[in-house]
């Protein structure tokens, strides 16, 4: 998969951008600040409908802009597509492909598939479930692109749930409508859970040993006050089933702290090294080498469910790196479309097309 050209109009810092990026590695060169890491999140968004930085829509629109647009022409096997993309300051966007406007803008996804490699991924191995819980929830994304939608749904109900806990008069039946709508949404959340961590767990362990070059054991465990055990086999209705008996169980509970205890949103995904927890037990070069697996470990997954290779979009990694750790991302990055950025070309031990950032415009070096 590729992106052949992109334009950006009012998108952060690019005014008016037109850039055709190699189909190969495309190493981006700018000072801080010069918009490298805006350009990345343009495709990001293209891919995920949101920022990879976790910014709100209204801040990818320019500050001198009212609307951002943002259009692109995708290359996948011999189909090619035209994606097209406006996001109002005011709220509210709109996506067309092929010219067709399309009734959801979530019909998008799955238009262009990315994997990122980010420095605050360390975050993913390093800190707080939430962020483990996210990883695996943007990469069911890119691998099944409509569970956006159930993410949407449970989200919706989490909340809608939570605020009637917090209401003064809260009735059994009405709670029991919120439970049942959290559960079903939930189920799928989980079930879908399940299927991506089988689905990058087998990859994460050889591509660990590739980078490491060491045997050391690398899986998740997933611990869930409600049985939401990782097993792929479970189906979203026998999830929804355990979580309806498990928010019945923590009735009493939810009703004291007025808040939904039970639930994929308490769910505490854990990386495990040589069967530790790598969060308190793994060294800092070791959580480092995890996170990059990770990374790489999806890509695969998705590469082979869909038959493609994802663009790969590396921002600054490299000068996080030690040599050693560099060298071994280097050779364990798969073939594809690669957009990387760095402040300094010396940190990037790949060989391609150069560009450089400056002014809002993306040149030849
Ligand atoms: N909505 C916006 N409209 C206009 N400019 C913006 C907007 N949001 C951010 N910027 C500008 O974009 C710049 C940051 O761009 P970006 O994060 O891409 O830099 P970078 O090249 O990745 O830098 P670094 O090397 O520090 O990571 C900032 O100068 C900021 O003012
Ligand atoms: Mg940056």
């Given at each position: 998969?590729?992106?052949?050209?992109?334009?950006?109009?009012g998108f952060?810092?690019?005014?008016?951008?037109?850039?055709?990026?190699?189909?190969?590695v495309?190493?981006?060169?700018?000072?801080?600040?010069?918009?490298?890491?805006n350009?990345?999140?343009?495709?990001?968004?293209?891919?995920?409908?949101?920022?990879?930085?976790?910014?709100?829509?209204?801040?990818?629109?320019?500050?001198?802009?009212?609307?951002?647009?943002?259009?692109g022409?995708?290359?996948?096997?011999?189909?090619?597509?035209?994606?097209?993309?406006?996001?109002?300051?005011?709220?509210?966007?709109?996506?067309?492909?092929?010219?067709?406007?399309?009734?959801?803008?979530a019909d998008?996804?799955?238009?262009?598939r990315?994997?990122?490699?980010?420095?605050?991924?360390?975050?993913?191995?390093?800190?707080?479930?939430?962020?483990?819980?996210?990883?695996?929830?943007?990469?069911?994304?890119q691998?099944?692109?409509?569970?956006?939608?159930?993410?949407?749904?449970?989200?919706?109900?989490?909340?809608?749930?939570?605020?009637?806990?917090?209401?003064?008069d809260?009735?059994?039946?009405?709670?029991?409508?919120?439970?049942?709508?959290?559960?079903?949404?939930?189920?799928?959340?989980?079930?879908?859970?399940?299927?991506?961590?089988?689905?990058?767990?087998?990859?994460?362990a050889?591509?660990?040993?590739?980078?490491?070059?060491?045997?050391?054991?690398?899986?998740?465990?997933?611990?869930?006050?409600?049985?939401?055990?990782?097993?792929?086999?479970?189906?979203?209705?026998?999830?929804?089933?355990?979580l309806?008996?498990?928010?019945?169980?923590?009735?009493?509970?939810?009703?004291?702290?007025?808040?939904?205890?039970?639930?994929?949103?308490?769910?505490?995904?854990?990386?495990m090294?040589?069967?530790?927890?790598?969060?308190?037990?793994?060294?800092?070069?070791?959580?480092?080498?995890?996170?990059?697996?990770?990374?790489?470990?999806?890509?695969?997954?998705?590469?082979?469910?869909?038959?493609?290779?994802?663009?790969?979009?590396?921002?600054?990694v490299?000068?996080?790196?030690?040599p050693e750790?560099?060298?071994?991302?280097?050779?364990?990055?798969?073939?594809?479309?690669?957009?990387?950025?760095?402040?300094?070309?010396?940190?990037v031990?790949?060989?391609?097309?150069?560009?450089?950032?400056?002014?809002?415009?993306?040149?030849?070096?």
């Amino acid at each position: 998969m590729q992106l052949d050209w992109l334009t950006l109009a009012g998108f952060r810092s690019y005014a008016q951008l037109e850039w055709q990026p190699d189909p190969g590695v495309n190493v981006i060169v700018g000072r801080n600040g010069a918009g490298k890491t805006n350009l990345l999140e343009a495709v990001g968004y293209l891919g995920s409908l949101r920022s990879f930085r976790g910014a709100p829509d209204h801040a990818l629109v320019g500050f001198d802009a009212e609307n951002a647009y943002l259009r692109g022409q995708i290359a996948s096997g011999a189909a090619q597509s035209l994606i097209e993309l406006e996001l109002r300051r005011r709220g509210g966007r709109q996506a067309r492909v092929n010219t067709q406007r399309l009734a959801r803008t979530a019909d998008l996804l799955g238009h262009v598939r990315f994997v990122t490699f980010l420095p605050e991924d360390l975050d993913i191995v390093k800190r707080g479930p939430s962020h483990r819980r996210d990883f695996l929830d943007a990469t069911a994304v890119q691998l099944w692109p409509a569970s956006h939608l159930d993410q949407a749904d449970f989200d919706r109900a989490l909340r809608q749930r939570n605020a009637f806990l917090k209401q003064y008069d809260r009735d059994e039946v009405t709670l029991g409508v919120w439970d049942e709508r959290l559960a079903q949404a939930g189920g799928k959340v989980m079930a879908r859970r399940a299927r991506t961590v089988d689905a990058i767990s087998d990859q994460v362990a050889s591509v660990h040993a590739d980078i490491a070059g060491s045997e050391a054991s690398v899986g998740f465990d997933y611990v869930s006050g409600w049985k939401g055990e990782l097993d792929p086999t479970v189906s979203p209705s026998e999830f929804a089933q355990r979580l309806t008996d498990a928010l019945g169980e923590a009735r009493k509970r939810d009703r004291e702290r007025r808040v939904t205890t039970v639930g994929p949103h308490r769910d505490e995904p854990m990386l495990m090294l040589d069967g530790h927890d790598s969060r308190y037990h793994a060294s800092q070069g070791e959580q480092r080498t995890l996170t990059l697996s990770l990374r790489v470990a999806s890509h695969r997954a998705i590469a082979d469910l869909i038959d493609r290779s994802p663009i790969l979009l590396l921002d600054d990694v490299y000068s996080e790196l030690d040599p050693e750790r560099a060298a071994a991302l280097t050779r364990s990055l798969p073939e594809a479309q690669t957009l990387v950025t760095t402040a300094d070309p010396r940190d990037v031990p790949l060989e391609g097309i150069s560009w450089s950032i400056e002014g809002g415009t993306v040149e030849h070096r």
